[in-house]
């Protein structure tokens, strides 16, 4: 392969990449080491990946060109590469999660959706980095170091799943996992110009995901295009008898959705709440005008109210430490990566409170700290209690709301990419990000967000659309016809318009 084939091959979606396997004009080998070469030139600068799978990678993607040779029927993404949250675990190759206490882990098995990666074939190129347990939206509380914005080095991609948004923005992977518990896969996609999406609560098995909140926790898919997103939703969806939580549905059209093109009659809801102060002014007029494009094309645009939503960010800040303050007690330096034993009087105790104090970050002490006061005897009805209280207030606003619209939408986040250690330092700053998309997890509903368009200092911004639980074909169908109209009015992918890293020689 040439270079200019090389980098002409890269940024095309997975979709394309697919049919290029199909049609045989390039091997699963050469794809694969031609992401497997990008990651080599830009990753030093990005550090979006904390492992490369180089070898696994590569024998995967040979496996399945003798496969598709020997004739063999095969799913359709077999052979694009993806690159997977550290998160989510794979037996045989280190799992951080972003923490040093789980440095040098390698987990036993995989979880469910890395399996049926597996069985699609698909070669995983690796593990991408992450706020330590998925806690924050900035990739900056990595014990493993920040992951940089491809459009601006010195901004964030987003977090908590920055890495697999910042992978698949600057064509270091195609496709990627990543998973949201208050906006991980919607936020760093609208600060990236990437899509992503939270499915419904139970449409992806979370067997073998490191559990942060599992009341909120779901994985889905990062990529460029709505319709990657709804060709790997498609695969990574399903019921899994090892997940109590997991949804017996079957599993959507996704893609047939994404590819109608039809708004007609759709009643798009504007969430009042969603908006105004708090709102970046540029980020506020491309959703706007997303609008716009939407009821050109035969969309009715609503206002509608969800007056409790203003109480959504702190009921999550309630009962999402409190979960993690119950799943991570299992961190205690017996059974998991790290062990530090101290020289005085080593008991299992005096272990536990070292390695704890050495392994975990200051967000994942602040959190444990926090939900374990709020779940204590005497605190426990006035925190954790009215939290959930709130919680089915959210649920009802949505259930109205959906009484008299399709689907709601609003910016995905209130800011465009700001600077690395901007808001690191100030925790309450740092939470406002995700106040447009901790509802859908409250209510277990799902949500898509996807490019508006260039907004403060050049850098995307994004919309979001949120739909019933279980009606996640409806967000295909509204991304995937807006995505078409906006390229058309921008002439191509936003993508296109990032600059130097992404799109230069290198
Ligand atoms: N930023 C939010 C938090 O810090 C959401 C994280 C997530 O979705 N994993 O909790």
Known sequence: MTDATQHDIIRTSAAAQAAA???????????????????????????????????????????????????????????????????????????TAGSRILEGWIPPYDATLVSALRTAGLPILGKTNMDE????????????????????????????????AAAVGAYEAPLAIGTDTGGSIRQPGA????????????????????????????????????EDSALL?????????????????PVGAFAAAARSKDVKGLRVGVIE???GEGFAPEVQARFTESLEQLERAGAEIVRVKCPNFRYALGAYYLIMPSEAS?????????????????????????????????GFGDEVKRRILLGTYALSAGYFDAYYGSAQKVRTLVQRDFAAAFEQVDVLASPTSPTVAFRLGEKVDDPMAMYMNDIATIPANLAGTPGISIPSGLAEDGLPAGIQFLAPARADERLYRVGGALEALLEDSWGGPLLAKAPELMNGAK
């Open 21 to 95: 396997l199909v049609a045989g004009e390039i091997s699963s080998e050469e794809l694969t080491r031609a992401h497997l070469d990008r990651i080599t030139a830009v990753d030093d600068d990005l550090n979006a990946f904390l492992h490369v799978n180089t070898e696994e990678a590569l024998s995967t993607a040979r496996e399945v060109d003798s496969r598709r040779a020997a004739g063999e029927e095969l799913h359709g993404l077999a052979g694009v590469p993806i690159a997977v949250k550290d998160v989510v675990v794979t037996q045989g190759q280190p799992t």
């Open 133 to 164: 347990f998925a806690m924050g939206s900035s990739t900056e509380t990595s014990a493993y170091g920040p992951t940089r914005n491809p459009w601006d080095r010195d901004r964030i991609p987003g977090g908590s799943g920055g890495g697999s």
């Open 191 to 226: 600060v990236t110009g990437t899509v992503g999406v939270k499915p419904t609560y139970g449409s992806v098995s979370r067997y073998g995901l490191i559990a942060m909140a599992s009341s909120l926790d779901q994985a889905g898919p990062v990529t460029r295009t709505v």
């Open 233 to 249: 939703h498609e695969l990574i969806a399903g019921h899994d008898p090892h997940d109590s939580t997991s949804l017996t549905d």
């Open 273 to 275: 709440e969603l908006e």
């Open 326 to 358: 119950s799943n991570l007690a299992k961190f205690d330096g017996m059974r998991f990566g790290l062990r530090v034993v101290p020289e005085d009087h080593p008991t299992a105790e005096n272990v536990m409170k070292a390695t704890r104090g050495a």
